[in-house]
Structure formats: structure tokens, C-alpha cells
């Protein structure tokens, strides 16, 4: 059974994959635009780089450099979580705080999924410093994946679930992983980035 089960998975990973890569390709082209209108706001509001490059944990607990459309000024800390802050809203940028409250900073992510450190769906990939969740990722195999854009644990609560809670919606999205339930959660996470949903910062 168990035999089963991981033939199972291992060949909708390789379905999910190619969605991935099609759905990023398709993404990249048809959103240029606003990717080219973001990118000047940005570096009109102020001066440091467009993107921001950030160390993750992604598959097998292993650390990837991830790529979001910067929000915050360059003087803000680094790899401290933004709601660990004790005011967030000294450094995030008016324009950052509209990219973050409408989740586009996440669109250069669209690059982690054709470099294959991503996914579309998968568990959110966290900063080194956050152990207790990574550790317990680990535990339940929640780490066997690539990490997504969004996931389980978004649509059920995002920034409002601690550690653990997230880590197990992680690994019930790693145990009954299928395509209804990424296209569940792909709407789902639409739809609460409509009503700006669980997003704390």
C-alpha cells in the first residue's frame, strides 16, 4: 500500500512540475506588463534594488535564494521575519505595503519556479532563524516537496497559525497532494488575496 501511495505521488509530482513550468512561463509573458509598472513605482519610491534576494529553507530542508519585488526600504533588518519587527510600517514603502497587502511582490517567484527551487503550491519556505517550524517540517516529511508561491497552511490561516499548526497542514498537503486539491487551493488563494485575507503584514 505504502508502495502505492509513493508511485502515486512520485508521478503527480512529475504532472505537477510540468504545470508548474507551463503556468510560469504563460505567467511571466502575460503579466510582463505589470511586472515593467511595478518595477518603475518601485525605483521611483526609492533608491536600492528592485528585487529583493532573501536565503529560504525549500526541499529537504536545504537553503535556495529566493526573489520578491522589494517592499521595504534597504535600511530595514535582514532575515528577520516582518511581523517579528517591532514596527513594520518604519520601513515598508507605500508602494511595498500595496504589493504586500495585494501578495504581486511574490511575482518574481514566477523565476524560483523555471530555476526549480519552487513550486506553485507546496508549504511557504521560511527564513533559516525560524527552527522550530523547519524542524518540525522535517519531522512529518513536509520537507519532501519543492515549497510553493502558496499553500494549505495560506488558505487555512496564513499569518494567524503558529508554527505548529502550519507545519501539520504542511504535511496533510504533502499526504493527499492531487491536482483538485492545488486547484482548490490556487482559487482559494485568489480569493482571499481579493478580500486581503490572514495578511498581518
Known amino acids: 500500500m505504502i ?13 505537477k512540475r510540468l504545470i508548474d513550468l507551463m503556468m510560469a512561463t504563460v505567467m511571466l509573458i502575460l503579466l510582463s506588463p505589470v511586472l515593467l509598472v511595478i518595477a518603475i513605482a518601485i525605483k521611483l519610491e526609492s533608491k536600492g534594488p528592485l528585487l529583493f534576494k532573501q536565503t529560504r529553507i525549500g526541499l529537504d530542508s536545504k537553503p535556495f535564494t529566493i526573489y520578491k519585488f522589494r517592499t ?4 530595514a533588518p535582514r532575515n528577520i521575519p516582518t511581523n517579528a519587527l517591532s514596527d513594520p510600517s518604519m520601513y515598508v514603502t507605500k508602494v511595498g505595503a500595496f ?38 517540517r522535517k519531522a512529518l516529511g513536509a520537507d519532501q516537496i519543492l515549497p ?8 487555512n490561516g496564513r499569518d494567524d497559525l503558529d508554527y505548529m499548526t502550519k507545519a501539520d497542514y504542511d504535511a496533510q498537503y ?24 490572514h495578511v498581518s503584514h
Open 99 to 136: 504589493l504586500r497587502l495585494s501578495s504581486l511582490d511574490e511575482l518574481p517567484q514566477l523565476l524560483n519556479i523555471l530555476h526549480h527551487d519552487m513550486s506553485l503550491i507546496g508549504p511557504r519556505p521560511v527564513i533559516p532563524q525560524e527552527t522550530d517550524l523547519i524542524l518540525r
Open 3 to 15: 508502495g502505492w501511495f509513493n508511485l502515486k505521488k512520485n508521478g503527480y509530482l512529475k504532472l
Open 72 to 75: 521595504m526600504l534597504t535600511s
Open 148 to 155: 510553493g508561491v502558496t499553500g494549505y497552511a495560506q488558505i
Open 174 to 197: 504533502v499526504e493527499k497532494m492531487s491536482l483538485a486539491l492545488d486547484l482548490k487551493i490556487m482559487f482559494s488563494t485568489a480569493f482571499k488575496i481579493l478580500k486581503s485575507e
